[in-house]
């Protein structure tokens, strides 16, 4: 019988929680951060699944785990636990952690206003802005972005023939525009958008194989953005992000607005620093803009996206894994699926 407990600091951004593990994690050992979630999916992926899913989590539910920086510029680092599994890359709880870890004075960043985070995908560098003792925002540069293909036909069960264009934003997605057969995200409810979202991801999957042109072991779509028109003239366009089978992002998503920044900007519907105000389904927004182009190894143009968004605490908690009490690790009701 063995009994374990974790802290962590609770709250959201831009309406999309975030629970951020700060003490009860075990030490990882690894030379990068890949390594490392690597190591920590290998041995422990029993506290993703006990913090995420159901009964300490749901099916949106999304976190990171607080680790001292790694790299010598680094200011913190994390590791990206998703009802899903462990993420490369996750843009709205790294605008939260970054948020919570200064709120909450667990980190001292070298340089006042910048924060270094070395994650699986990368090393991100991100800038805020304090209002009083709360960070009022967040703006982090992403990892290379870069629209893969465009306009791939795709099958889909309810839509029928869709094209769809495939964008990197630190995740693969298939980004589905306004387009004769389909009208848009406003015109179908969140339930919808996820039971189609899972059938565009296996569609998509088995119509490419979908890899990162530099790093292979990135590869296959998990996630799929359903676009469509803002609820005000504030923003520049909407976005319904599924990630895995059962998560509806209610932020715009920090990954997904990279790979749209990448994708518009590959398509010349978007200029350097162009501010490009992205609406979730809830109504709140990321701004995400093109910082720098760039290259990837393979020759592939790409971008620098940034993305900005504000995250706010909502508490802290404690939270007990005794394995000898039933559904210790965690259940979803996907499992269950017949
Ligand atoms: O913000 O990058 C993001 C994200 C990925 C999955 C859910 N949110």
Redesign the pocket.
């Given at each position: 019988m063995s009994k374990h407990s974790f802290t962590s600091i609770e709250g959201h951004?831009e309406g999309?929680p975030v629970r951020m593990v700060i003490a009860g994690a075990p030490e990882l050992v690894g030379a990068t951060m890949d390594e490392r979630r690597r190591a920590f999916v290998g041995d422990h992926d029993w506290i993703r699944r006990a913090l995420m899913l159901e009964p300490r989590g749901h099916s949106h539910m999304?976190g990171t785990i607080l680790y001292p920086p790694l790299s010598e510029d680094a200011d913190m680092s994390l590791v990206?636990i998703?009802t899903?599994g462990c993420?490369p890359?996750?843009?709205?709880?790294?605008?939260g952690s970054i948020s919570f870890a200064l709120e909450a004075g667990l980190i001292q960043p070298k340089s006042a206003g910048t924060v270094v985070v070395d994650v699986p995908a990368g090393t991100l560098h991100a800038r805020y802005l304090m209002d009083g003792d709360r960070v009022a925002s967040v703006r982090f540069t992403n990892v290379p972005s870069f629209l893969l293909h465009r306009d791939i036909e795709i099958e889909h069960p309810y839509f029928g023939r869709l094209a769809v264009d495939l964008a990197y934003?630190?995740?693969f997605y298939p980004i589905v525009e306004v387009q004769p057969n389909f009208p848009g995200c406003e015109h179908f409810s969140p339930e919808q958008l996820l039971e189609w979202g899972r059938q565009m991801q296996t569609a998509v999957n088995s119509t490419i194989d979908v890899a990162h042109p530099d790093n292979p072991d990135i590869r296959g779509v998990k996630?799929v953005m359903w676009t469509g028109a803002p609820f005000s003239n504030d923003a520049d366009a909407r976005a319904v992000?599924i990630?895995?089978d059962s998560?509806i992002?209610r932020?715009?998503?920090?990954?997904?607005?990279?790979a749209r920044v990448a994708q518009r900007y590959a398509r010349g519907l978007l200029t350097e620093r162009q501010v490009f105000r992205h609406q979730s389904l809830i109504g709140s927004c990321f701004t995400g803009r093109v910082e720098s182009t760039t290259r990837l190894n393979s020759g592939l143009d790409a971008v620098l996206p940034s993305?900005e968004g504000r995250a706010w605490i909502t508490g802290r908690s404690e939270y007990y894994v005794d394995n000898s009490q039933p559904y210790a690790h965690g259940f979803s009701l996907q499992e269950y699926a017949n």
């Open positions: 951004t999309m999304s990206f998703e899903s993420l890359m996750c843009g709205h709880a790294s605008i934003g630190g995740n996630h992000v990630a895995g998560l992002d932020s715009p998503c920090g990954t997904g607005t990279s993305v």
